[in-house]
């Protein structure tokens, strides 16, 4: 059995903050909700460039949606 991904992001957590669904990112985003909603699972990660995105979208810092290692 494989092990379970790592979760790397915060990115469901914020939107819960933000009273805001996956399907309302996918929006602001230009993505697909399937994909926004894989990203929260932590069942793929976003690219830099997404990440960026949904960080202006939810009007947070990108620091916000990631989870430090430290």
Do not use: F, G, H, Y
């Not at 697909?32 to 460039?49: F, G, M, V, W």
């Not at 997404?50 to 009007?59: E, G, M, R």
């Amino acid at each position: 059995m494989p092990d379970k991904p790592e979760k790397i992001n915060r990115i469901k957590v914020v939107l819960s903050e933000k009273d805001m669904t996956m399907a309302q990112l996918a929006k602001l985003v230009d993505r697909n909700p399937d994909s926004i909603s894989r990203i929260c699972r932590n069942e793929s990660q976003p690219t830099l460039k997404l990440l960026k995105k949904i960080a202006l979208a939810l009007d947070v810092d990108i620091k916000d949606l990631l989870i430090s290692t430290k």
